[in-house]
T-cell receptor, first 114, second 112 residues
Framework: TQLLEQSPQFLSIQEGENLTVYCNSS?????LQWYRQEPGEGPVLLVT?????EVKKLKRLTFQFGDARKDSSLHITAAQPGDTGLYLC??????????????FGKGTKLSVIP | DAGITQSPRHKVTETGTPVTLRCHQT?????MYWYRQDPGHGLRLIHY???????DKGEVSDGYSVSRSKTEDFLLTLESATSSQTSVYFC???????????FGEGSWLTVV
């Protein structure tokens, strides 16, 4: 099983600040997903990146997949209290015969203070 | 809303008793998964299914069994619950393997 390291584990910032969350592995993934989870709820998909070097934007959130498909970053511009939550990255690992398994990072817990 | 319903949402049970959690989907997705989420460990795969009656083990399958008799339902059974199985359990579905998966709202299980 491939390991995904997320950093930082915890992040507390003031409203309006920018931040970047990182997801790193020594192995190559076929695709990578970012999820956001609020307390008491299940993870909600934000984005899937597939191509090395790919950049996707979702309003104030910018996601980048590394050229070698081993790492990814999530950048939030002008953070708002509504961005508070646990951010999870997940990499797809091939198990053979066309089957894959998602490996999750342990998450980054973001708190945006008004 | 990904069309996934988990039941029960909350349960307290005693050590040694059997427990079954149900996941029901309305999306007709081929793949279904059971994960558990624990502090310090993140989300870990218990079992998954790639079709009716087709299941396989995940990273933390010991003490758990699953069944899928219909496309829409995936059951997770703890034959004899232990305190170490106190956790939040999430069902997830996916159209194709390794691609995007969508999570249910979770089932909180406490084993006392």
């Amino acid at each position: 099983t491939q390991l995904l390291e997320q950093s930082p584990q915890f992040l507390s910032i003031q409203e309006g600040e920018n931040l970047t969350v990182y997801c790193n592995s020594s192995s190559v993934f076929s695709s990578l997903q970012w999820y956001r989870q609020e307390p008491g709820e299940g993870p909600v998909l934000l984005v899937t990146v597939v191509t090395g070097g790919e950049v996707k934007k979702l309003k104030r959130l910018t996601f980048q997949f590394g050229d070698a498909r081993k790492d990814s970053s999530l950048h939030i511009t002008a953070a708002q209290p509504g961005d508070t939550g646990l951010y999870l990255c997940a990499g797809a690992e091939g198990l053979g015969a066309g089957s894959y398994q998602l490996t999750f990072g342990k998450g980054t817990k973001l708190s945006v203070i008004p | 809303d990904a069309g996934i319903t988990q039941s029960p949402r909350h349960k307290v049970t005693e050590t040694g008793t059997p427990v079954t959690l149900r996941c029901h989907q309305t999306e007709n997705h081929r793949y279904m998964y059971w994960y558990r989420q624990d502090p310090g460990h993140g989300l870990r795969l218990i079992h998954y299914s790639y079709g009716v009656k087709d299941t396989d083990k995940g990273e933390v399958s010991d003490g758990y069994s699953v069944s899928r008799s219909k496309t829409e339902d995936f059951l997770l059974t703890l034959e004899s619950a232990t305190s170490s199985q106190t956790s939040v359990y999430f069902c997830a579905i996916g159209r194709s393997s390794g691609n995007t998966i969508y999570f249910g709202e979770g089932s909180w299980l406490t084993v006392v």
